[in-house]
T-cell receptor, first 114, second 113 residues
């Protein structure tokens, strides 16, 4: 199957700082990537859909000014959590669609905001 | 939006036992995937199965799209099968796709030696 990487795998930051998470499709081109959030012992919730060369589409209730998404190329999407606060602490996972529509997920990034 | 329900929420097995996990969904889908989330959080693709039956080793899956459910079968379970199993669907008619997956709440499987 296709491989998706994420970096960093774990980050601890102070409240008020910004954190950038990278998501790369390593062996295929992904015109669309997705960002999910998972709280402990809960399911995954879609945050936004990232399309190469255009603005991201955010799900209802997700603050687009807090969670900045950039899809600069067919293999790279980034999520920046701006002015992070403790309630933003979570497990963030990206995915990319292969062919035809099967999605492949990155290993996730565990964010802890102190 | 589409609703996805998984059952059972928890399942405890002895090694070697067989099990069936179920996923019900409330509307037409053009994508259905089963995942295993390992203890480190990585989602491992098990099946891409919007319809029909597939098998991969000890695992198999069946989706009956007209009746809006999918089943994941695990045979001769092993301790390494432990983890959370998720079903995820993309709402829509066949041939239309925007890629947005809606996840069920998962089944937590524990396999004891």
């Amino acid at each position: 199957g296709a491989v998706v990487s994420q970096h960093p795998s774990r980050v601890i930051c102070k409240s008020g700082t910004s954190v950038k998470i990278e998501c790369r499709s390593l062996d295929f081109q992904a015109t669309t990537m997705f960002w999910y959030r998972q709280f402990p012992k809960q399911s995954l919730m879609l945050m936004a859909t990232s399309n190469e060369g255009s603005k991201a589409t955010y799900e209802q209730g997700v603050e687009k000014d807090k969670f900045l998404i950039n899809h600069a190329s067919l293999t790279l999407s980034t999520l920046t959590v701006t002015s992070a606060h403790p309630e933003d602490s979570s497990f963030y996972i990206c995915s990319a669609s292969g062919d035809p529509n099967e999605q492949f997920f990155g290993p996730g990034t565990r964010l802890t905001v102190l | 939006g589409i609703q996805v329900e998984q059952s059972p929420p928890d399942l405890i097995l002895q090694e070697g036992a067989n099990s069936t996990l179920r996923c019900n969904f409330s509307d037409s889908v053009n994508n259905l995937q089963w995942f295993h989330q390992n203890p480190w959080g990585q989602l491992i693709n098990l099946f891409y199965i919007p319809s029909g039956t597939k098998q991969n080793g000890r695992l198999s899956a069946t989706t009956v799209a007209t009746e809006r459910y999918s089943l994941l079968y695990i045979s001769s379970s092993q301790t390494t099968d432990s983890g959370v199993y998720f079903c995820a669907v993309e709402e829509g008619a066949p041939g239309t796709s925007y890629g947005k997956l809606t996840f069920g709440q998962g089944t937590i499987l524990t396999v004891h030696p």
